[in-house]
């Protein structure tokens, strides 16, 4: 696991709030608040009309019907932008037909999109095989990171970043990890948690593995940064998703850096992927790169 050079301070220009108008998509939009008033972003509300369903009779495109289809996500966008958390911000309304899956990553492209903030439900197991998970769609497809809001992480008045916890896999590269989370670490003076977790380790070789991985947690880390982030280095024995589960559960920490892998795209609907389980049950935001 290579050190990273240096630590860059992040440039979030313009932030992507995708919404289906419910509940969930809205609990996003506390988070996106306090990002863009940090970093002076502006905010693009997103919505994407569903695709016209496939007809076996070829029939005459009705405009009228069209037109109405457009005129009432337009209406409930601008109802949706009347949000309380977004009063002083710079807001935009994006409108696009087609599947989320493909609409959201245009827009990252289409205007220059520096970071995600979206709502989900964080459904799981049989209802979320046969249903999926939009929210997951746009965070395996989204070319840059994607800030989740699952069930559980609430609606705060105000979101500060106390603490972040960052799990590193050591059979990836986890620069692009360590950069957002050391970076807003720096911005926002918090208190840096890097967690390793190791599986059917036997408990007699858990002191030693301990001591190496922590050791190697902590060579990532560049000089200089050391000299002004908070940080602490954390081995916990056991499934990925349960142990930073617990231990952002435990230390009451406010935002995970995680990565998620492209490679994996094709399994991003199996029950219990790691990504999907922390989003679901976490009590804080999951901040997603993927790698």
């Known amino acids: 696991m290579p050190t990273l050079s240096q630590v860059s301070r992040l440039c979030l220009k313009n932030i992507l709030v995708p919404t289906d108008f419910s509940p969930a998509s809205r609990t996003a939009l506390p988070f996106a608040q306090s990002l863009a008033q940090t970093y002076g972003s502006t905010i693009l509300l997103a919505h994407a009309i569903a695709p016209e369903p496939h007809r076996q009779i070829p029939t005459d495109h009705i405009p009228e019907e069209d037109s109405m289809v457009w005129d009432h996500a337009r209406a409930k966008m601008a109802e949706f932008a009347r949000d309380g958390s977004l009063t002083g911000l710079c807001c935009q309304m994006l409108v696009?037909?087609?599947?989320?899956?493909?609409?959201?990553p245009n827009m990252i492209g289409e205007h220059a999109v520096d970071m995600v903030v979206v709502g989900t439900h964080g459904r799981r197991g049989v209802s979320?095989?046969?249903?999926?998970?939009?929210?997951?769609?746009?965070?395996?497809?989204?070319?840059?990171?994607?800030?989740?809001?699952?069930?559980?992480?609430?609606?705060?008045?105000?979101?500060?970043?106390?603490?972040?916890?960052?799990?590193?896999?050591?059979?990836?590269?986890?620069?692009?990890?360590?950069?957002y989370a050391l970076s807003l670490a720096e911005e926002h003076q918090s208190r840096l948690i890097l967690l390793e977790a190791m599986p059917l380790v036997p408990w007699q070789h858990r002191s030693e593995m301990e001591e190496k991985s922590c050791a190697a947690l902590?060579?990532?880390?560049?000089?200089?940064?050391?000299?002004?982030?908070?940080?602490?280095?954390?081995?916990?024995?056991?499934?990925?998703?349960?142990?930073?589960?617990?231990?952002?559960?435990?230390?009451?920490?406010?935002?995970?850096?995680?990565?998620?892998?492209?490679s994996r795209v094709i399994s991003s609907h199996l029950p219990w992927p790691v990504a999907s389980e922390v989003i679901s049950q976490a009590g804080c935001p999951v901040l997603t790169i993927r790698v």
């Open 128 to 179: 979320k095989l046969v249903l999926g998970s939009e929210a997951e769609k746009i965070y395996r497809s989204a070319t840059c990171p994607v800030l989740i809001v699952g069930p559980r992480a609430g609606r705060p008045d105000r979101w500060t970043l106390r603490q972040i916890l960052c799990p590193i896999e050591p059979s990836e590269s986890p620069a692009p990890v360590l950069q």
């Open 96 to 104: 696009e037909r087609g599947d989320v899956g493909d609409v959201i």
């Open 218 to 262: 902590e060579a990532l880390i560049p000089e200089e940064a050391r000299n002004w982030c908070n940080l602490e280095y954390m081995v916990r024995w056991g499934h990925p998703a349960e142990s930073i589960v617990n231990q952002a559960e435990t230390r009451g920490v406010d935002l995970i850096v995680m990565s998620v892998h492209k």
